[in-house]
């Protein structure tokens, strides 16, 4: 979840990994609230997803296989 949100937090601010997780420390101390609850929060403001999106917005459904992920040592290149 905290990777989510950091994702969420790089996208439009064209910021990297590392300084949205410092940008999400910041905002969960300045508002006394842990990493996971900041995370949350920033995932909860995300507008919903149109019903006809084929991008899996849950983890475990993309970790599953078939489920959008292709590991390039599993590609095939003609």
Do not use: C, N, Y
């Amino acid at each position: 979840m905290i990777e989510q949100a950091k994702g969420v937090l790089m996208a439009p601010r064209r910021i990297s990994a590392e300084q949205a997780g410092q940008e999400l420390a910041r905002r969960a101390q300045a508002s006394r609230r842990s990493l996971a609850e900041e995370a949350r929060i920033v995932l909860d403001r995300l507008p919903p997803a149109p019903a006809d999106d084929p991008v899996p917005r849950h983890t475990s459904e993309r970790d599953t296989p078939g489920h959008g992920f292709h590991h390039a040592s599993s590609a095939r290149f003609a």
